[in-house]
């Protein structure tokens, strides 16, 4: 589009499909209807319509994680109109990341959270699945934050990491830095 | 069939007997050798004298010389210097170091403004595919990271800075766990480790190939979730000083109304990235739009010491065809995960897993003595194998693993689990940077930096891995250290005196150049 000299410098971000600015509706001159795409992932064809679509307005709740492990009522907490999906699959055909939006929205209702978050895994927030929802739901932003719940109360420990801080702060490493932090400052080649 | 048929059937044909195929490593002589023969780090036309300012004498590419030398767009301009805005801490640019700062600057109890030249999360973080190195495995050891990143940095790195970021990484990582931060995970509960490039363990947390995406996210809903004060589409074109040599705001302009917003700062934080889309030396690049080193230019002016402003990183596989791709980052992980890299007669010419200038000069070298492949548009490349990933780790490996690789050659009909891709290096990272001291403070008083916009912590070279790690923990250390001395010093006077000290010198070392700075937006951009 720059290269036609077009001024764009909003609508514009990372360039390589996965910050969700550039979406747009485009239609290649022999289809009847557009289809929405990411525009930095789109190729141009001859003829073809192109109209850059708004960015992301939805209201984003002030969803704080909690104290103790989440339940589905969690999660409807922040987002209580997720509850009134009516499956229509809006969301899920305009989604530019191919994602069934629908499935996981469903997904929350189960409570699943590692589903959600295996659902949404490649979105982007670009938020036109709340855009197109008749039913005010806001797929994007409840997948999120199923996600970051299911992060943050991961059934499993991490428990080479938690070892490594410890190991850390008890100073097992100081020996080994002292050595080397020697070494290394004077002797470039040798460490 | 044409010559790029023909070349890929070749590569098809051999996928079965390559399987199983050594590739010798390079010792560190032929190392030196291919890197000083091919890298365009070596290449001396490209490179241009410093003229004035604090690291006058030093070298740089033609593209950064030209902006660092470059006159204020405030120069000899009457701007009136009464604050819009009056904060603890001003947090320049939006990506992850930036979101980091602003989180920690908060916590510390700082009032907290954030400006970004896009939007919020718009940035070359989100992109970042391959992970996070952190030393966690039983067999690993901070030290062994740190030993790794300085062998790859080319001896180059800071020592302090690299061991805070190396012994910093556990914590961190913990950080974003506890935030939210989904990484994949081993049966036991572990975090899933991957190998990366010039490291000598596994040591790559991440999110399949969407690590970037992930922790952008999840960034950027904790600033959500915090309510700071963000400008979007509003860069900052320069800073704002006391005349005697402390940073005490910043001029921003909203790009939608073209008004002029003006910071009083106690302390400003320039997380504003590196400088992919100054396309140095004629380089496709992998940064995102607003990639042109603003820190550099708006820093030098006002005083500051750079460092290593002779070193970027050319990202061994970049695309290069379909041309719509041109520059797209093919994540180092697909090497890692067993692609190999062959040229026009499909043979292997480089152990895949060398560190990234080794790989972009060996690819190079294949380029310019006649091995490489022509694309339709003229470009030149040789083929990244990804097939052979499923090969070697079983059918679906490339979908579930690289479900994004997966997706975006899929937009153009090329299935990367069937064919090969061509690649050649796309300018990814500058090296250097603002030289910061280890609580990221310039050598400006009260000015901070962080993540690519700082220089020194990886050396020549940075290892894949190290620069999600760098933006986080350096984020929160710039953050914490601005509030904390946000909190001893009062708001200082604005002034643009700094501005004719820079023109004096330019004066004096006869720079004439027209050329304005910081840049903003690439130069083939309409900016009417």
Redesign the interface.
């Known amino acids: 589009m720059?290269?036609l000299?077009?001024?764009?410098?909003?609508k514009?971000?990372?360039?390589?499909?996965?910050?969700g600015?550039c979406t747009v509706m485009a239609r290649p001159s022999d289809q009847a209807l557009p289809k929405t795409a990411l525009a930095c992932?789109?190729?141009v064809s001859e003829g073809m319509e192109i109209s850059f679509l708004p960015?992301d307005a939805s209201k984003?709740a002030?969803?704080?994680?909690p104290e103790a492990a989440p339940s589905r009522d969690t999660l409807f907490q922040y987002y209580p109109e997720t509850r009134r999906c009516v499956a229509c699959q809006a969301c899920s055909s305009i989604c530019p990341?191919?994602i069934d939006v629908m499935a996981g929205v469903r997904d929350v209702l189960m409570g699943d959270l590692p589903a959600v978050?295996e659902r949404f895994?490649?979105?982007?927030?670009c938020g036109l699945c709340a855009a197109v929802c008749e039913s005010t739901v806001r797929p994007h932003r409840v997948g999120?934050?199923a996600?970051?719940?299911?992060?943050?109360f991961?059934?499993?420990?991490?428990?080479?990491?938690?070892?490594?801080?410890d190991e850390?702060s008890a100073g097992r490493?100081q020996a080994?830095?002292s050595d080397?932090?020697e070494a290394?400052?004077s002797d470039?080649?040798n460490? | 069939m044409g010559k790029m048929e023909t070349s890929k059937k070749r590569v098809d044909d051999s996928r079965l007997s390559r399987k199983n195929e050594d590739m010798p490593r390079l010792s560190p002589e032929e190392k030196d050798a291919l890197v000083h023969r091919y890298h365009p780090d070596y290449k001396d036309e490209a490179y241009a004298e410093i003229r004035i300012g604090a690291n006058k004498g030093e070298r740089t590419v033609h593209e950064v010389a030209r902006l660092l030398e470059g006159e204020s767009p405030f120069f000899e301009k009457s701007v009136p210097l009464s604050p819009t805005h009056q904060v603890d801490v001003l947090i320049v640019g939006g990506g992850g170091a930036g979101a980091t700062a602003a989180l920690a600057a908060k916590a510390a109890g700082a009032s907290v403004l954030m400006s970004t030249k896009?939007?919020l999360?718009?940035?070359?973080t989100?992109?970042a595919e391959g992970g996070m190195q952190?030393?966690?495995?039983?067999e690993d050891?901070?030290?062994r990271h740190?030993?790794d990143s300085?062998?790859g940095g080319q001896?180059a790195n800071d020592?302090t800075l690299l061991?805070t970021l190396v012994?910093e990484g556990?914590?961190v990582?913990?950080w974003l766990?506890?935030?939210?931060?989904?990484?994949d995970?081993e049966g036991?509960?572990?975090?899933s480790l991957r190998a990366g490039g010039g490291s000598s363990l596994p040591r790559l947390l991440r999110?399949?190939d969407?690590t970037?995406?992930?922790l952008m996210?999840?960034l950027?809903?904790c600033v959500?979730?915090e309510?700071i004060n963000v400008l979007e589409?509003s860069p900052v074109l320069e800073l704002l000083t006391d005349g005697e040599g402390t940073c005490t705001g910043a001029i921003l302009k909203n790009?939608?109304t073209g008004k002029l917003i003006v910071v009083q700062a106690k302390t400003v934080i320039l997380a504003t990235g590196g400088i992919g889309r100054l396309h140095i030396q004629g380089f496709p690049t992998?940064?995102?739009?607003g990639a042109t080193g603003d820190a550099l230019s708006m820093s030098y002016r006002a005083g500051a010491v750079l460092t290593l402003q002779d070193t970027f990183q050319y990202h061994p596989t970049g695309s290069v065809f379909?041309e719509?791709m041109a520059g797209?980052?093919v994540t180092e992980a697909i090497r890692s995960a067993g692609a190999h890299l062959l040229n026009i007669h499909g043979e292997r010419f480089v152990y895949e897993l060398e560190t990234r200038d080794a790989v972009a000069s060996a690819v190079i070298r294949e380029c310019q003595e006649g091995r490489g492949v022509e694309t339709p548009a003229g470009r030149k490349g040789v083929w990244l194998d990804m097939p052979l990933v499923d090969l070697m780790n079983g059918e679906g490996t490339l979908k579930n693993r690289f479900?994004?690789m997966v997706?975006?050659f899929s937009?153009?009909e090329i299935n990367i689990q069937k064919e090969p891709v061509l690649i050649y290096p796309t300018l990814h990272y500058q090296n250097g940077g603002v030289k910061i001291n280890v609580d990221c403070e310039s050598s400006i008083k009260n000015l901070f930096v962080a993540g690519e916009a700082s220089g020194g912590i990886h050396g020549r070279n940075r290892l894949m891995g190290n620069s999600l790690l760098d933006i986080v923990v350096y984020g929160k250390r710039s953050g914490n250290a601005a509030s904390r001395r946000a909190e001893e010093a009062a708001h200082g006077k604005l002034t643009l005196d700094h501005l004719k000290i820079f023109h004096e010198a330019r004066k004096a070392a006869g720079v004439m150049s027209e050329t304005i700075s910081p840049l903003l937006?690439?130069d083939?951009?309409?900016?009417?």
């Not at chain 2, 952190?134 to 039983?138: K, N, R, T």
């Not at chain 2, 766990?177 to 990484?183: A, P, R, T």
């Not at chain 2, 036991?188 to 975090?191: A, E, P, Q, R, V």
């Open positions: 720059w290269h000299g077009h001024t764009l410098l909003g514009v971000g990372c360039l390589g499909g996965v910050c600015a992932q789109t190729m960015s984003k002030l969803a704080l994680l990341q191919e978050a895994d490649s979105c982007v927030m999120l934050y996600r970051r719940l299911h992060g943050a991961y059934p499993q420990t991490p428990s080479h990491l938690l070892d490594r801080i850390i490493y080994e830095w080397l932090m290394s400052s470039k080649g460490v | 896009l939007r999360g718009d940035s070359n989100v992109m952190v030393a966690v495995a039983p050891s901070p030290v740190f030993v300085l062998k001896m020592r061991r012994e556990p914590s990582a913990k766990i506890d935030i939210g931060v989904l990484f995970r036991d509960g572990n975090l999110c399949k969407y970037g995406l992930e996210r999840v950027k809903d959500l979730n309510e589409f790009l939608d992998s940064n995102h739009y379909p719509a797209l980052l479900p994004n997706r975006q937009r153009y937006f690439p083939y951009v309409n900016k009417n």
